[in-house]
Structure formats: structure tokens, C-alpha cells
């Protein structure tokens, strides 16, 4: 038995380094998922933390929740958009980042992109991630 057939196609140019924890383009068919930015706050709309990192780790989740509504996960993310009110801090970050996205996201990394903005419309946030997914149609059977 063959290893299933990953739901997207990376596009990865000839010759180009392979870029780290992202994917440059993403080619997929299906039901498209368009989440709105997400914050780390919770269900009763607290924020979890003054902090970048584990308000990243709550949007990504409130994200993967939205898109879990139309029968997404993970996988099927294809398009990532980052809103930053401070680059530095996600540059700093580092590992926890890195292990607060992996938490949620697994070793998935669709196109993404990062952005510093001069402010969020709630108080307090640091961080907006808006996603974009595909969900593979069902083969025929």
C-alpha cells in the first residue's frame, strides 16, 4: 500500500533554497476556507496573555477551531497572513515561536505572510492570523 497523497501540491521553484517554516506557494483544489483574523483571546473573548507567544499559540487555535466548522485541519491550510504590532518581538521569539506553531500546526507550513501593523482594533492584541484552506474533494467512489 502506497503512503496517502498529500492534500496540496508545495510549489517549490527549481534551484531556489527552500525557504524556513513556509512554503513559497501552494497549489490545491477543493472547498476554499476563508478564516478571519484571528487573536489570542479565548471563547469569552480574553485576551490569554499580554505576550506574543502564547497569543499566537491561542489565534492559531481559534483559527484551526473556525476551519475545523467546515471539516478542515491543519493540513489543509494553504495561505497564512500574520498581522505583528512589533517585528522585533517575533524575530526574538525564536524557539518558542517555533514550538507554539508547531503545537498547533504540526510540521505544516503553508504560504505565509508577516506583517507589522501600528495597531489591532482590540486592545491589547499583538497578533492577528488570518488563514486560508482548501479541503480536498472527496474522491469518487
Known sequence: MSAPRPPHRVLAPAGWAPPRGYANGIAARGTQVFIAGQIGWDASQRL???????????????????????????????????????????????????????????????????????????????????LTAVIPDEPAP
Open 48 to 130: 490569554v496573555s499580554p505576550d506574543l507567544v502564547p497569543q499566537v499559540a491561542q489565534a492559531l487555535r481559534n483559527a484551526l477551531d473556525v476551519l475545523a466548522e467546515a471539516g478542515g485541519a491543519p493540513e489543509h491550510v494553504v495561505r497564512m497572513t500574520w498581522y505583528l504590532t512589533d517585528l522585533a518581538a517575533y524575530r526574538s521569539a525564536g524557539p518558542a515561536l517555533g514550538a507554539a506553531y508547531r503545537a498547533a500546526m504540526g510540521r505544516h507550513y503553508p504560504a505565509m505572510s508577516a506583517v507589522q501593523v501600528a495597531g489591532l482594533v482590540e486592545p491589547g492584541a499583538v497578533v492577528e492570523i488570518e
